[in-house]
């Protein structure tokens, strides 16, 4: 049995979405009669891919990198060299990580792009806004999205928040049993907690004092993750504090210089996009995680953090809005409200309710193991392809 999984680019500095795609894989590559072919344009990963196409194993790279001159022309260029590929080729199965028309399978990782689209232009100045509406790149991604849901060929769509479920089911005309949750899954012998004496030991790598109350925020592309509410909020913190801030960003000088202009510069840390292999000592040097996105379906690094026993504050446009005031295990606020924002991060000053939290936090995280989800991936591929697994 031959599947495609298509995604365009899986790089080392991914985080979130490159550690799916690798749980997603591990699920596929344990069946003996399935074969996986990987269409991307370019693949790092953790997983061990053979890129020849002659070779029978069980998984394989198939390249497919068309030229480009606008980040229109990329997705677009890509999407069609795909159909022509899957056009030669057979596949009983086509799971695409991309909005890609015509697939049997799309994990919605990124959310609905029209619903960013809007969460964008609320936050615009009347110029972005003009610019935002006549962007040719925006009306091609969302038609191709819409396309894509109203399909027939579309069997199912994995979500990872019950906010992108009904985000897609209010915006398309899609049979709502085809839209499933399936939660992002987190490797809870890796992402675990530490004692203070270790925790101490660790931030004396940053010049962290042990007894600061650290601060976390995880995920490139700031504008979304709302690094400036972040910043801003932070400075306005009493006591010893620290903001250790991870994640790439085009426009990395602009929020330096913000920390500076707030006066917190030497209390927050830019530590720039990260190994995955570095992520876990990260967490326990941290006691929070903050991370008010503007829209985020569910980040990876709220499971990551939860499972390193950090409660988390975020928005009420994120995904993770399902688990965290239910587990109380962090705090909900309205993503660019700065005055909330500013009393959940106080929240934390108390050490008894900091310690109350981390635990629940830690508990909260085993509901949402990597196990967990690779269970039930597989019961939706034995669904789908009419397989039988005991």
């Not at 790439?248 to 000088?253: G, H, I, P």
């Not at 830019?270 to 326990?284: H, K, V």
């Not at 008894?352 to 085993?366: C, F, H, M, P, V």
Request: glycine fraction near 4%; include cysteine.
């Amino acid at each position: 049995m031959n599947i495609a999984l298509i995604r365009q680019e899986q790089t080392k500095g991914d985080g979130g979405a490159q550690a799916i795609i690798d749980i997603i894989l591990q699920v596929l590559v344990k069946e003996d009669d399935i074969n996986v072919s990987l269409l991307c344009r370019k693949w790092e990963s953790a997983q061990t891919i053979s890129n020849d196409s002659t070779q029978a194993a069980s998984t394989k790279k198939v390249i497919i990198n068309p030229g480009y001159q606008s980040r229109q022309a990329k997705q677009e260029s890509f999407n069609q060299a795909v159909r022509e590929y899957l056009q030669q080729h057979h596949f009983d199965l086509i799971q695409s990580h991309e909005r890609l028309n015509g697939c049997h399978i799309f994990r919605a990782g990124d959310g609905v792009h029209k619903v960013w689209l809007q969460k964008k232009l609320s936050i615009s100045n009347w110029l972005q806004r003009w610019w935002l509406l006549r962007s040719s790149y925006h009306k091609a991604l969302i038609h191709e999205e819409k396309q894509m849901f109203e399909n027939q060929s579309l069997k199912k769509v994995i979500c990872n928040s019950h906010m992108t479920k009904q985000e897609i089911t209010n915006h398309f005309s899609i049979d709502k049993e085809k839209v499933i949750v399936i939660y992002n899954g987190v490797d809870t012998q890796l992402y675990k907690p530490v004692n203070q004496d270790t925790k101490a030991t660790l931030r004396q790598s940053l010049n962290i004092p042990g007894n600061a109350l650290v601060f976390m925020f995880s995920g490139s592309g700031f504008e979304r993750k709302n690094l400036s509410t972040t910043i801003k909020a932070f400075s306005q913190l009493s006591g010893n504090c620290y903001l250790i801030v991870v994640g790439r960003d085009k426009k990395l000088a602009s929020y330096k210089r913000l920390a500076k202009r707030n006066h917190c510069h030497d209390r927050v840390i830019f530590l720039g996009a990260q190994e995955r292999s570095n992520m876990p000592s990260i967490y326990q040097m941290a006691d929070v995680l903050v991370l008010p996105t503007l829209y985020d379906p569910f980040p990876n690094a709220i499971l990551e953090a939860l499972s390193s026993g950090l409660p988390c504050i975020t928005s009420t446009t994120c995904g993770a809005i399902d688990i965290i005031p239910k587990h109380h295990c962090g705090s909900i606020v309205a993503a660019k409200d700065e005055g909330a924002l500013i009393k959940a991060m106080n929240r934390y000053q108390e050490k008894e309710l900091l310690a109350r939290e981390s635990i629940n936090a830690t508990t909260t995280a085993q509901q949402f193991t990597k196990e967990i989800m690779q269970k039930k991936l597989l019961q939706l591929y034995s669904d789908v392809l009419g397989k039988n697994h005991a």
